[in-house]
């Protein structure tokens, strides 16, 4: 079993960056791994995915230019690091792993998630 732990919110004002984490337990070898984030009675969104070897990497047309995902498979943890956060950023960010998904739901596991809050 694999178990997923996101760290790195917080609060930040607007234009400023933030750093995610993403620290995963269990074997994730050949998985990929995802961020989605969701504001409570919304549904979620998908953010940002990327393959094992990191040869294949996605982004949400919403974080497109802003955020960059990196992952090291010698921690087995994933770091988005997210530019120019925008209000509209605000949302509870889990990552998630799996043998497939990328850009869809289709993961096998799921974090709890860290709050982003971005003020004005």
């Known amino acids: 079993q694999v178990q997923l732990v996101e760290s790195g919110g917080g609060l930040v004002q607007a234009g400023g960056s933030l750093i995610l984490s993403c620290v995963a337990s269990?074997?994730?070898?050949?998985?990929?791994m995802g961020w989605f984030r969701q504001v409570p009675g919304k549904e979620g969104e998908f953010v940002a995915g990327?393959?094992?070897?990191?040869?294949?990497?996605y982004y949400a047309d919403s974080v497109k230019g802003r955020f960059t995902i990196s992952r090291d498979n010698a921690k087995n943890t994933v770091y988005p690091q997210i530019n120019s956060l925008k209000p509209e950023d605000t949302a509870v960010y889990c990552c998630?792993?799996?043998?497939?998904?990328?850009?869809?739901?289709?993961?096998?596991?799921w974090g709890q998630g860290t709050q982003v809050t971005v003020s004005s």
């Open positions: 269990g074997s994730t070898f050949g998985y990929n």
């Open positions: 998630a792993s799996g043998i497939y998904g990328l850009t869809n739901g289709k993961y096998d596991y």
């Open positions: 990327i393959t094992w070897s990191g040869d294949r990497i």
